[in-house]
């Protein structure tokens, strides 16, 4: 074989491995392969051309993933949205659309109003955002309202046996429409979710209290989760006294730690000695 036709040879096959479109135009040109049909296929057969073929084979599957159908969403009326907020003066709405995220697993789910809410509407909205006492409500920092309520049937109840046992819900109220997303969630609170638990694992006595919130929602590989308590009166004079001591000042974290003390897993719980409310969170990284 001579120089130019291993350099020819040579060409071509980086082509072919490359930028393989070019291919059939510089084979012909270098008279290495004649028959058209031959330089095509050996095209469709190129590293390029199946990569091609693997990435819109992944983005369709990644679309088929984000499709579901409106028996399976969990919150898909006008009722189911009433339970879950106690809004009984919330106005018609229509499902418009709804969709899985395909990586999270979040499912979506947009609705209009049939007819435009009244100014008596996003006024409860406001007293509900302002009440210390509802945890769930809160406004949101570009328009309207949130609400956001989690729970897992067992350490908690539900806010009706109609809703699937483990769940997280966010729902967004704006004078357009209504936006929910949620999350089937696992629970990680397991040895943290009654009195006897809390005392055994942290050192301090705790009163009792119930469960009132949960909300778990994964990062990537990890995830994120809140749990609130609300205790049956505000943290008296013995368990204060008691946290002080032991803790440092009103907050206590555990976890599993790598040799250089980087968290792997870490709990937190934080008491506020005004208030009733009792939050933990855990993060894993």
């Known amino acids: ?32 392969v004649k028959r058209r049909w031959v330089r095509i296929l050996l095209t469709l057969l190129s590293p390029a051309a199946v990569v091609s073929y693997l990435l819109v084979w992944f983005l369709w599957s990644v679309g088929r993933g984000a499709e579901i159908s409106p028996e399976e ?53 406001e007293k509900r955002t302002a009440d210390e006492e509802d945890i769930y409500w809160n406004p949101n920092p570009v328009s309207g309202y949130d609400f956001e309520r989690g729970w897992y049937a ?36 397991k040895g943290l979710s009654t009195p006897q638990e809390l005392t055994g694992r942290t ?12 909300c778990w929602h994964p990062v990537g590989p990890d995830a994120v989760a809140t749990m609130t308590l609300r205790l049956q009166a505000k943290p008296g004079r ?31 719980i934080y008491v506020d000695e005004a208030s009733r409310f009792v939050t933990i969170h855990y993060a894993s990284y």
Request: glycine share 6%; proline share 7%; charged share 25%.
């Open 154 to 189: 067992g350490p908690m109840e539900k806010p009706s046996e109609s809703f699937p046992d483990n769940a997280s819900v966010k729902v967004h109220f704006s004078d357009k429409g209504i936006s929910v997303q949620y999350d089937y969630q696992p629970f990680v609170f």
């Open 238 to 268: 013995r368990f204060i006294k008691d946290l002080t001591s032991k803790w440092k000042g009103y907050v206590w974290k555990d976890g599993d730690y790598d040799p250089e003390g980087i968290p792997q897993k870490e709990y937190t």
């Open 203 to 214: 050192g301090v006595a705790f009163p009792p209290f119930e469960i009132i919130d949960y």
């Open 1 to 32: 074989m001579n120089t130019k036709k291993a350099s020819d040879i040579l060409i071509c096959f980086l082509w072919w491995m490359t930028v393989s479109l070019v291919f059939p135009f510089q084979a012909r040109k270098r008279g290495l």
């Open 73 to 125: 969403l969990a919150f898909s009326t006008r009722d189911d949205i009433v339970l879950l907020t106690g809004l009984q003066d919330l106005p018609d709405i229509e499902l418009k659309s709804f969709w899985r995220d395909p990586w999270e697993g979040t499912v979506f789910a947009r609705f209009e109003y049939a007819d435009g809410p009244s100014a008596d509407f996003f006024s409860d909205l």
